[in-house]
């Protein structure tokens, strides 16, 4: 009987971590306005973009990882709803050996269906293969290098477009974790800071992003369960008629469960 009020006390917890999280954020996103019409070249937009992050664990070295989403921005111009899916797997150093880390192999899909309500719906087919390369530099602050390659193939009635498209993605992200401060070992605390750089090798004239600045927080509930978000910069193209380069402020929540 203890345990049973212990587990309904912790998802009683969540679930009011949760909804607190998507009132404030959907609060910060609805009190900023647009300084400039979407139209415009240089244009500040906001954006809200809310996921769900599961992931399995196949065997000890193979993991299935997938997220779903959706995304707007402030102007209500669009919706954009987003499922990916990915194969990863953990394998032995090659180089640096050294050095306490691990190497991992990814590769996958991704679907993004655009509602665009001042033009062409549109739907994107992305496979993208990575390699992700990650170092502990302390006992706390972990370092992630990811180098991706994507695919872009762009399903749209929009007539003299170009639908395919081909470009290279360097993340690099370090992680400062808090996780048995003040709380217990499983619990507490992290914060995760990230740069983000995109290279067309073939463009694609819709979101095509040229680079992303994304600081953040989150909370780690236990070793399977994390809640975080993040307000990022994004310079991005986009096709509206026409290139035009925006500024875009994101506010980002992300539930991550693993399995």
């Given at each position: 009987?203890?345990?049973n009020?212990?587990?309904?006390?912790?998802?009683?917890?969540?679930?009011?971590?949760?909804?607190?999280?998507?009132?404030?954020?959907?609060?910060?996103?609805?009190?900023?306005?647009?300084?400039?019409?979407?139209?415009?070249?240089?244009?500040?937009?906001?954006?809200?973009w809310?996921?769900?992050?599961?992931?399995?664990?196949?065997?000890?070295?193979?993991?299935?990882?997938?997220?779903?989403?959706?995304?707007?921005?402030?102007?209500?111009?669009?919706?954009?709803?987003?499922?990916?899916?990915?194969?990863?797997?953990?394998?032995?150093?090659?180089?640096?050996?050294?050095?306490?880390?691990?190497?991992?192999?990814?590769?996958?899909i991704?679907?993004?269906?655009?509602?665009?309500?001042?033009?062409?719906?549109?739907?994107?087919?992305?496979?993208?293969?990575?390699?992700?390369?990650?170092?502990?530099?302390?006992?706390?602050?972990?370092?992630?290098?990811?180098?991706?390659?994507?695919?872009?193939?762009?399903?749209?009635?929009?007539?003299?477009?170009?639908?395919?498209?081909?470009?290279?993605?360097?993340?690099?992200?370090?992680?400062?974790?808090?996780?048995?401060?003040?709380?217990?070992?499983?619990?507490?605390?992290?914060?995760?800071?990230?740069?983000?750089?995109?290279?067309?090798?073939?463009?694609?004239?819709?979101?095509?992003?040229?680079?992303?600045?994304?600081?953040?927080?989150?909370?780690?509930?236990?070793r399977?369960?994390?809640?975080?978000?993040?307000l990022?910069?994004?310079?991005?193209?986009?096709?509206?008629?026409?290139?035009?380069?925006?500024?875009?402020?994101?506010?980002?929540?992300?539930?991550?469960?693993?399995?």
């Amino acid at each position: 009987m203890q345990y049973n009020s212990h587990v309904f006390c912790n998802k009683k917890y969540v679930k009011g971590i949760l909804t607190f999280l998507t009132i404030f954020f959907i609060g910060l996103f609805k009190g900023y306005t647009q300084n400039a019409p979407l139209e415009e070249d240089n244009a500040f937009t906001q954006q809200l973009w809310i996921s769900l992050a599961p992931s399995w664990k196949l065997k000890d070295s193979t993991f299935l990882k997938t997220d779903v989403g959706y995304r707007t921005v402030s102007s209500n111009d669009w919706d954009r709803f987003v499922a990916r899916a990915g194969y990863e797997k953990t394998i032995k150093p090659f180089i640096l050996k050294d050095l306490k880390r691990y190497e991992s192999y990814i590769g996958g899909i991704g679907l993004f269906h655009l509602n665009n309500k001042s033009g062409h719906n549109s739907l994107e087919i992305r496979p993208f293969q990575g390699y992700r390369l990650n170092f502990d530099l302390t006992k706390r602050i972990h370092l992630t290098n990811y180098f991706r390659l994507e695919e872009r193939f762009l399903i749209t009635a929009q007539e003299n477009s170009n639908h395919f498209g081909l470009r290279f993605r360097y993340q690099i992200m370090a992680n400062i974790g808090l996780q048995g401060f003040l709380f217990s070992d499983k619990r507490g605390f992290y914060f995760p800071v990230g740069i983000e750089f995109f290279y067309n090798i073939v463009e694609l004239s819709q979101f095509s992003d040229v680079i992303r600045v994304t600081p953040g927080a989150g909370y780690q509930f236990d070793r399977s369960f994390k809640i975080q978000g993040m307000l990022a910069y994004h310079y991005t193209e986009q096709d509206i008629g026409g290139i035009y380069k925006t500024n875009d402020i994101i506010f980002r929540l992300k539930v991550i469960k693993s399995f």
